[in-house]
């Protein structure tokens, strides 16, 4: 017989995991449709300059936390829910969450970085916007459709 419900503290922490995945995902989402748009109005020299401070405000520790949180809680919440109906969604969710810290730290921050040590502001923003608009649009995705899984985690596991 299937245990659908998990261990006692399976469902905090897999609430917990769909909190953080949704703030992640409200994140990614706020840049594709407001942030990027309006910076895109800007001109060179202004848009360089707002995402230099933009990628130095955010490394911060709430947004830290949040975004470790996300895939360490969803690990966690998968390892509560082994031998769940709900296992297979929070896996789906964990490999999601694994696949948006990849693409962030192996795309976007290198953009940043980038983005920071150079001197032309027209060159500077030709080599960033495009790419890294796109790759956040992927982590949006990602953050979007892991937070619909561990949604599902969440129903499968209160049946």
Not at 47 to 64: A, E, G, K, L, T
Request: glycine letters at 6%; a positive charge.
């Amino acid at each position: 017989m299937t245990n659908n419900r998990g261990g006692r503290a399976a469902g905090p922490v897999l609430a917990a995991a769909t909190v953080a995945t949704g703030l992640l995902a409200g994140v990614w989402f706020a840049y594709v449709c407001s942030v990027m748009p309006a910076l895109g109005r800007a001109d060179d020299a202004v848009f360089v300059d707002v995402m230099r401070d933009i990628n130095d405000v955010i490394q911060n520790p709430v947004f830290f936390t949040v975004f470790f949180a996300a895939p360490a809680l969803t690990a966690v919440a998968a390892r509560q829910l082994r031998g769940t109906a709900a296992k297979g969604w929070a896996l789906a969710a964990l490999l999601l969450s694994v696949a948006v810290f990849v693409v962030t730290s192996t795309v976007n921050v290198p953009l940043n970085d980038a983005l920071a040590a150079a001197t032309d502001p027209v060159r500077a923003r030709a080599d960033f916007e495009s790419p890294w608009v796109a790759w956040n649009l992927v982590r949006a995705v990602l953050s979007t459709a892991g937070l619909v899984c561990l949604v599902r985690a969440l129903s499968v596991r209160g049946r």
